[in-house]
């Protein structure tokens, strides 16, 4: 693999990336012209809702898809230009695609993958050893892929983009399809490579609140543009309103909340949201409320939005006008 200096240059540097379809000035847009810059070591998160052009910016960026307009280096090298070298420094999982043979055992597909990017069959087998391992796929490597679940698939597809050791990872909506605990071995996986071995990242997903606890950044794209693109606690932090969070045992046992609270089950416990500016003194009738009503108090404290709120908020912001008159709640 080419030796990259990262002191010099980004990890994935788009310019002007576009991306239509047919010819002409109504020829639909995937991806309008946007530009994108990630740091050495960094995880992007790119969020959007289905459509909005993730998985088309990842498949530019991966070589896979030819841009209509604008530029990509990955590792320093041009996409269009030095593509050998560029798609070197990458490993990519992608969504909706079979990225291993099923016939094939996971064993024989990193070997096979290895080879295919130019590794001799001394490089590959330590390599393949400690990757199958580290994903708990070491006793079942001579089994064919078709016969694995899918979260045990995610994994061997994940062993054959690793391993080259690419110092970039592009991973299209990773833990879609898993269950809870695999979808929770993927996660820890994703800091491993980010923490431990330095990998830079860009992954898509419609968790987020997995997305919140893994990027560095956060981009969000609608209808082909990039809307928001910051560090994630500067991201949320913008957008952080000055409201309180009650915390309570049990349910609000009919407790009457005022108006714009919400009110959300979590667990053995609830958490009551004032509205945005609640002034200290209506907070303390709340708890009064609250108190009179039987319900054990937990906590409170300021909220912080979630990015799932931030988001929601991002794609889908209205006018306040818009929207109907509060009243009193009954929770």
Known sequence: MAIVERTHVPAIEAIGLEKTYGRGAKAPAAVKPTTLTVPWGQVLGVLGPNGAGKTTIIKMIGGLITPSAGTIRVGGFDVARQRAQAVRQIGAVLEG?????WPLSAWENLMYFGQLKGLRAAEIKPRAQRLLTELGLWERRHETVGSFSR?????VAVSAALITDPPIILLDEPTIGLDVEAAR??????????????KTILLTTHQLEGAQELSDRVAVIKEGEIIADLPTAELLARHAENRFEIRIMGSPNGTVLPPG?????????TRVLLPPDTDDRAVFVVLGRLGAAGSQLVSVAKARPSLEEVFIRLIHNGPAADRAP????VA
């Open 185 to 198: 071995t993927f996660k820890d996986w994703i800091k491993h490579l980010a923490r431990d071995e330095d």
């Open 326 to 329: 509060a009243k009193e709640v």
């Open 261 to 269: 609270a919400r009110i959300e089950p979590d667990g053995d416990q």
């Open 97 to 101: 695609s079979r990225n291993v043979y």
């Open 151 to 155: 979260g045990m698939q995610q994994k």
